[in-house]
């Protein structure tokens, strides 16, 4: 599921994907439902895709959902009673021990909490299971399709 929630840059919030056109994607906000085009010429990244920065390998956004998820007992985040932005990485450090604090920003905390909060509103938890659920079903499809092929 975490692979058809999208990300749209210039635009707020997520989006869940629902049809593909000619040169577009058919997308639906996750806060209130409204259905609009995303063309080729938008930035649009899937969160499945997406990871964050650490001193080893880079962990995967569902990782990192399913660790903030742990620490805040399945609670949203209030990002506003954070002191300041030093406090608010002081806590993702406690999420996130070993991300790279050179290269992981401010502003890259602030946004995984706020998606987080708005996939918790939409109802959608089950982070990682669902993505590995998702890669689970791609490859029962990969090996249905290799012998017919042989």
Same mark, same amino acid.
């Given at each position: 599921?975490?692979?058809?929630?999208?990300?749209?840059a210039?635009?707020?919030g997520l989006?869940r994907?629902?049809?593909?056109g000619r040169?577009?994607l058919?997308?639906e906000?996750i806060?209130?439902?409204?259905?609009?085009?995303a063309?080729?010429r938008?930035k *649009?990244m899937s969160l499945? #895709?997406?990871?964050?920065?650490t001193?080893g !390998?880079?962990i995967p @956004?569902?990782d990192v959902?399913? +660790?903030v998820k742990?620490k805040?007992?399945c609670k949203?985040?209030?990002?506003k009673?954070f002191?300041?932005?030093s406090a608010m990485r002081e806590?993702?450090?406690? *999420?996130?021990?070993?991300? #790279?604090r050179?290269?992981?920003?401010d502003? !890259?905390i602030?946004? @995984?909490?706020?998606?987080?909060? +708005?996939?918790?509103?939409?109802?959608?938890?089950?982070?990682?299971?669902?993505?590995?659920?998702a890669?689970?079903s791609a490859?029962?499809a990969?090996?249905?399709?290799?012998?017919a092929?042989?």
């Amino acid at each position: 599921m975490i692979k058809t929630i999208l990300s749209i840059a210039g635009k707020p919030g997520l989006y869940r994907l629902v049809s593909q056109g000619r040169n577009m994607l058919i997308v639906e906000s996750i806060a209130n439902g409204k259905r609009m085009p995303a063309y080729a010429r938008d930035k *649009v990244m899937s969160l499945g #895709d997406i990871a964050m920065y650490t001193t080893g !390998d880079d962990i995967p @956004l569902a990782d990192v959902l399913e +660790l903030v998820k742990a620490k805040t007992e399945c609670k949203p985040v209030d990002v506003k009673a954070f002191a300041n932005d030093s406090a608010m990485r002081e806590f993702f450090g406690e *999420v996130l021990p070993d991300f #790279d604090r050179d290269r992981v920003h401010d502003s !890259d905390i602030r946004k @995984l909490f706020q998606w987080y909060n +708005l996939l918790l509103e939409a109802g959608i938890t089950d982070f990682k299971e669902e993505m590995q659920s998702a890669q689970k079903s791609a490859e029962d499809a990969a090996e249905a399709e290799a012998p017919a092929a042989e």
